[in-house]
């Protein structure tokens, strides 16, 4: 063996150093591996979808690929976007793309970067049982170290990357990637009490679960993964998390960054900015053990009058959250709250978490069912992408089901939780694992512009006929409200892929692993037992109705007319740019 000593140019390019090697390594094997039952534990068919679903944001990666300690998984993608925020002078190159486009989006990305830290703190031993803690390593340090390069000063962060205008025009592979793309800081001057918020949160979170013997217990058999400890990656995230929540805290006014950004960043719009400064007080108070912390968050939640409410849990949404998170303290870190001169209150947050998850089960959340197929179904929060939030929910009930108030409360949120988990892996009428390339009846066509290998963007659902590439452990959307999915590849509402999607998979995965050895629902599904239902699906991406107009006439009818409300609206938008600012309440997807 001979030691090679690289010339030291060389060695900032390996940049990042202390990533935990993977043994072994992990790629996801075909779908067909899906048809069968594993006989082994941990499970087979867990440890894959846990695996799958982390190759996912791999295959999300924006910048130069081939970092880290297992460099690029994903063989059909390539560099890219190597100049993003030269229009400051900084390289804010890397990151991950937002969904089936080529924008980069922080305020989901800081969702999906606490998501996944939180999950894991309590239930990382599946990560560990999986051989997957590499992977999430990585995923993690993909993620938070562009999250650290956007946030260059105390008050600046970078909110999103590339431009909407440009982008949505664009379909086609990740070589061609349309420029100009310009960058959109907040600062003192811009605030967005969300955004910085939001991603306090993520640095507290991702801050605790590198914290090597990490204490938080909220059950006795609650843990991080076993070799994600890292003091020094540790503290130099919860350094990101008090700076950004310092400013987030002092910066008046308070308000949201698409009040102050307007329009160019409208993909999402949160709707306010209360129940991200709540949480990421809450969790600072978790990654920095400092009463003051729980005391804002305590204040803010009596002071924005956040009992009680009935929110889904997602991006735009952090209330179901806060309960949670207010419980596990209860459990895990009552100090936190004497500190602050609070009872620890254990039996107050029990009941605000438990009123929270009976009205979803007992039926008298507002606006929300579940399907006959037995999806739990938000009007409104569903209708762009229905299996995000009752993934959310059923990560929410598994976390806190062992510390609810009676053992038959915590019986009942397991069941619930696990009749959204089998339907999400293909307990549903159409018989599909909502996941690409788990089963032969995944979805075919996600809505993925790299993964496509098309570049037409008047024919995407039959140009090129099939997928050029699979994007593995995907998320879709989901079906809609009638338990039907169209399998088509421009019906982004039904098969759009996303990072906010994906976010809870991996901890669902890791708690099945913990919890056993039972198989996922899709293994006895039969292969080709899908096939596209009759009629049009009538949503978001495709509205219904229509004449007799053939489909490229329709398409063109529909450009141009897009073209003429989007040039009206580009010129009032111009004059009226403060106004409008004020109106838009609401965020959508593209
Ligand atoms: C811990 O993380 C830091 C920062 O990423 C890295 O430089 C260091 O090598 C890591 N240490 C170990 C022991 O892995
Ligand atoms: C990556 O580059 C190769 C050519 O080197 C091309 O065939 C492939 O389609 C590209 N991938 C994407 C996602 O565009
Ligand atoms: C502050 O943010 C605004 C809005 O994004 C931007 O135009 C301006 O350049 C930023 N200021 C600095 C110093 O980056
Ligand atoms: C937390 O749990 C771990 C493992 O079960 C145990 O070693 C540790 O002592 C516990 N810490 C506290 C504060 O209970
Ligand atoms: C956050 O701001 C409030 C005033 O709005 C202040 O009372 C509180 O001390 C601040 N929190 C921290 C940790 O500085
Ligand atoms: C918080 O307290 C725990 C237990 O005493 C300790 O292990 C941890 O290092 C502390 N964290 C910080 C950031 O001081
Ligand atoms: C205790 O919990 C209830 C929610 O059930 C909440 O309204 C109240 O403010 C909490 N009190 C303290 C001191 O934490
Ligand atoms: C664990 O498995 C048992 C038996 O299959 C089930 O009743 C329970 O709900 C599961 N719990 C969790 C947290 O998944």
């Known amino acids: 063996m001979s030691i090679i000593i690289l010339p030291l140019f060389l060695i900032p390019s390996i940049t990042v150093l202390g990533q935990l090697t993977p043994s072994p390594t992990y790629s996801p094997p075909t779908a067909s591996s899906g048809l069968e039952s594993s006989a082994s534990t941990p499970n087979t068919q867990w440890s894959n979808i846990l695996g799958n679903s982390l190759y996912f944001y791999d295959a999300q990666r924006s910048g130069k690929l081939d970092q880290g300690t297992y460099g690029n998984r ?21 990151g991950w793309y937002d969904a089936g486009d080529y924008i980069k989006a922080t305020f989901p990305l800081t969702f999906t970067l606490f998501a996944l ?25 993909w993620g938070f170290d562009w999250v650290m390069k956007a946030h260059p000063t105390d008050d600046q962060l970078f909110v999103q990357v590339g431009s909407g205008d440009v982008d949505n025009v664009y379909w086609g592979g990740d070589l061609n990637i349309p420029t100009p793309r310009p960058s959109y800081p907040i600062n003192s001057s811009f605030p967005g009490t969300d955004a910085w918020s939001s991603a306090s949160t993520a640095f507290a979170l991702g801050s605790m679960l590198y914290t090597p013997s990490i204490s938080y217990n909220v059950t006795s058999s609650s843990s991080a993964p076993s070799s994600i400890g890292n003091s020094t990656y540790s503290s130099l995230l919860l350094s990101h998390a008090k700076s950004l929540y310092q400013t987030a805290n002092t910066t008046t006014p308070r308000q949201t960054y698409y009040t102050s950004l307007g329009q160019s960043v409208a993909a999402y719009a949160s709707s306010n900015w209360q129940d991200d400064l709540t949480l990421s007080a809450l969790s600072l108070a978790i990654a920095t053990n400092n009463s003051q912390y729980y005391l804002d968050a305590y204040n803010y939640y009596v002071q924005y009058a956040i009992s009680g409410l009935q929110e889904v849990w997602n991006w ?36 605000e978490t438990e009123h929270f998850f009976d009205s979803i089960i007992d039926g008298s959340f507002k606006r929300s069912y579940l399907t006959k197929g037995g999806l739990l179904y938000f009007d409104g929060d569903s209708d ?41 892996t293909g307990k549903n009428p159409m018989n599909v694992p909502y996941m690409v390339g788990t089963h032969p009846n995944s979805p075919q066509n996600p809505h993925s512009a790299p993964a496509s290998g098309g570049s037409d963007i008047k024919n995407i659902r039959t140009s090129p006929a099939q997928e050029a590439y699979v994007i593995y452990g995907a998320m879709v959307g989901g079906p809609l409200s009638d338990d039907k999915f169209w399998d088509w ?78 040039l009206i609206l580009a010129l009032i938008w111009y004059w009226k740019r403060r106004q409008i600012g004020g109106w838009w309440k609401k965020g959508y997807r593209r």
């Open 489 to 566: 590849r421009d019906d982004w509402a039904q098969n759009e892929v996303a990072l906010d999607y994906n976010a809870m998979i991996p901890t669902l995965a890791s708690m099945q692993l913990i919890n056993g050895t039972a198989d996922p629902y899709y293994v006895d599904i039969k292969a080709n037992t899908y096939s596209i239902p009759s009629g049009q699906p009538c949503d978001a991406a495709l509205p219904c109705g229509g004449g007799g107009l053939s489909k490229g006439a329709k398409a063109g009818i529909a450009i141009g007319v897009i073209l003429g409300v989007l």
């Open 117 to 141: 830290s939180w999950g894991a703190l309590t239930h990382g031993q599946g990560f560990d049982q999986a051989k997957q803690t590499a992977y999430l390593d990585g995923t993690l340090r």
């Open 74 to 94: 994903v063989e059909w993608r390539n560099d890219s976007a190597l100049q993003d925020g030269s229009d400051f002078n900084l390289d804010l190159s890397g």
């Open 316 to 351: 735009d949404s952090s209330i179901p959250a806060i309960y949670v998170m207010f419980a596990e303290i209860a459990t895990a870190k009552p100090e936190l709250a004497q500190g602050a001169g609070l009872d620890r209150n254990l039996t107050g947050w029990q009941k």
């Open 384 to 424: 762009e992408a229905s299996l995000n939030p009752a993934m959310a929910v059923a990560m929410l009930m598994f976390k806190y089901a062992p510390i609810a108030s009676s053992s038959s409360k915590t019986e009942q949120y397991n069941d619930f939780a696990q009749g959204q988990l089998n339907y999400m």
